[in-house]
């Protein structure tokens, strides 16, 4: 469970899941959501059926009789006789009639960020990759990159870093002031405010995580112009001779294939030592244990902060120190629900006696306590409103912000792979 809630850190999915566990603990009390709504199929404008359905208003939908027809307060003999005249041919008319009028919705596909691959709600081509120029289909961001052997163009050397050192959920009023504004509303968006007392030990821990921030090729951090700034994985390096504040990168930080970091905000920018990074979109890959890895996508994910403790004579070669850090980003109830799926199909193919800790808090009324914590509709054209059932805008979208500090380190390599058993 370590890897798993490293990664779950590196991104926003650390505190969404998080609630998994929250919410799942029977002894710990639980949030009480303005509604809960059901898992919907992708991000689409469009209501949900039977938001606005009261548990008792569907008596009258379950009768046998037709719409507008006088119902028989006769004997059961008489509605016997009356069911025998209903001969198969009027059932086949009606039944083709209902054919005919009630076409099935169609499928949107989203390929947002995307070049190649299949979409993640329709499973339709996103595009094609010039195969012939050497290049491949990143499945896992949808992307066309240039091959590359990782034994050999992996990288060598990195540049300025800080381990995440402290990480916080901040309540309702305090996210409203430092949290990225997803509805240009003026006000910051969390939809995990409320939950901060239930899930604030489950970050208590962060520079245990191993989450790090490369600032690559970054010489200047009083104005740096534009870097690209890379999440990573990592330990302390304890081999013989390390500093401390020597770290070494888990290699599952890249992608292998293509060589490239998994994560990363290209265009970032540090002015008068504060740092900001425009919206990114990138695909977690959360190794839950050794034989289940799962994916999600966050999407619009901001990062900003102030850049402290920086010796520009050494161009922070030992490390930045970022104090005031804010991440924010948004979680589709789609990717949602796609990983609660895995994780459930997972711990029902566990035999019962053998399952993970983890699996007794996956039950439908702790997923749908998560959901019920969806504070925001994304609309067709990729913007955000509040949830708004009444409206159309039923709640597709989470938005989730964490506070947090980085702390001096520096990376010296990888992690060395463990000797095969024999």
Known sequence: ????????????????????????????????????????????????????????????????????????????????????????????????????????????????????????????????????GGEICVEMIGQCLEAKNWDTDKPTSWGPAGLVQTLDLPDTGTSKEVCFDYTDDGDGDNGLSGVKGLIGNALKDAHTFGIIFEFEDVTNFENSGEFRLIGLMGEPDKSEGAEPGDYLINEDSYIREAAVPMITFPGSEVTNRVLTTPKARFVLTIPVQENLVISASLSDAQIKGDVVACDDDDKCADGVVIENGVLSGILTKQDFQRVADDLVAWCDAQPEDERDSMCGYLKPSTINMVLGLFDLHKKSDGTYVPKNVDEGFPANALSACVQFTLSKIVIKGFIPEEPAAE
Not at 27 to 34: A, G, H, I, L, N
Not at 97 to 116: A, I, L, S, W
């Open 1 to 132: 469970m370590k890897a798993f809630a490293r990664v779950f850190a590196v991104g926003l999915m650390t505190v969404a899941l998080a609630t998994f566990v929250a919410c799942g603990d029977d002894d710990t009390p639980t949030p009480q959501p303005d509604s809960v709504e059901t898992p919907d199929d992708g991000d689409t404008d469009t209501t949900e059926p039977g938001d606005d359905v009261k548990p008792d208003e569907d008596v009258d939908a379950r009768e046998d009789t037709d719409p507008g027809e006088e119902p028989e307060p006769d004997t059961k003999e008489d509605a016997d006789t009356e069911d025998d005249t209903d001969t198969k041919e009027d059932a086949d008319t009606e039944d083709d009639t209902d054919t005919d009028t009630e076409e099935p919705p169609e499928c949107v596909k989203d390929c947002e960020g995307r070049t190649c691959g299949l979409d993640p709600v329709c499973g339709e081509s996103c595009g094609e990759c010039d195969t012939d």
